[in-house]
């Protein structure tokens, strides 16, 4: 959803209501800030304890469908979520992209329509410290300096305008910086249920050949599982290796 | 369109990406603004509120650690800084955001990604609403 006048308006009048309120109860001061934290001590005791435990229950039996929970995830939700971010950083930096090199086609004649006056001044003007000049030629050669001078601002301007839009165009680093942070952390988890799969499902014959302590499976929080887990690339390798793949 | 505040106002740019940071800073000179100063998060800000003083906060909103609105509403709990302006930078425009913003006390906000000349408008719209709130 885009900026609209509507949420501008919305803007408007919650603001204006809120400070009309403000004027009308001075007498309590900071109150914005006692109302949001009012409403965070309304929550009882009680209710959290429930809610943990309700998480535990929710967290244990996602745990106790097996691991084929894991494959729908990944290949139903995970990978195509991971897909969509990826595409949508494709689609800005190309966007970035192109802006850049917009600005940087439009400012290039500019630069060279003006590194060209400015030679031809210098010449002429070298001619005229020399006494080379008509008085014509002088008068022309003022007139034209001076229409240089009035127009140079705006050709200026051009210019920032055209830094500026390349200095604007960098906030693709911040647009995409969060979705590969996300996408890098589902491609993460989705390894990591692929080799406790892969963990879960090993021959027999081949279990006694493989180190005992690669066959715990990465988790996402290392210190909770403490030695046991597989916490680093290296250790997903050795695995992989050991099991021949 | 030329920011209506005078050249000297001084600006707090909080946002914990250094790119956005710069945009800002870069949108502002070009205004002709030179007192800006920068803060990576929440904390950080608090503490150069406390020792400078700032006349406009421009904060991002999702930021890690403290949130813009969680620095808004620090920054209303302190009287001083009860009318200073703050503007909040959302990445998207949906309806709940607006609204929280506007019951904690932000003066006003924009969507990323923004073009300069929203961002003076903005701004503008900002120092509006303080003249007509405080009279001034």
Partial sequence: MQDSPELEALFDQVYAELHQHNRSSEQSSGNIHDLSCEQNECIPEPYYSQLGSLLRRLHSTLQELGYDRSIEYAVGDALPDTVERLDFVRKVTAEAATKVLDATDSIKPIHQRLRAEMQQFAQQWQRCAQGSLSLEEFKQLVNDTLIFFQNAPSTLDLLQQHLTQIVMAQDFQDRTNQVLGRAIEITKTVESELVKLLVNGIPPDRKATINNDLLQGPVVNPDREGDRALINQAQVDALLESLGF | ?136
């Avoid at chain 2, 205004?31 to 904060?59: P, Q, R, S």
């Avoid at chain 2, 813009?68 to 909040?88: C, D, H, N, T, Y």
């Avoid at chain 2, 709940?96 to 408008?121: C, D, R, S, W």
């Fill in chain 2, 1 to 136: 369109m030329p920011i209506n505040a005078p050249p000297t106002t001084t600006f707090l740019v909080v946002d914990d990406s250094p790119t956005m940071r710069r945009i800002v800073r870069n949108v502002l000179q070009d205004n002709g603004f030179e007192n800006i100063v920068e803060a990576d998060d929440g904390t950080t800000a608090i503490e150069m509120l406390k020792a400078k003083k700032v006349d406009v906060v421009i904060t991002d909103w999702n930021m890690p650690t403290m949130t813009g609105l969680e620095l808004l509403k620090v920054i209303r709990s302190f009287p001083q800084w009860s009318a200073l302006p703050v503007l909040m930078v959302t990445s998207e425009a949906r309806k709940e955001n607006i609204i929280a913003a506007a019951q904690a006390g932000a003066t006003g906000y924009i969507v990323k990604p923004f073009t300069p000349e929203t961002l003076v408008e903005k701004l503008n719209k900002v120092f509006e609403r303080i003249s007509v709130t405080t009279g001034a």
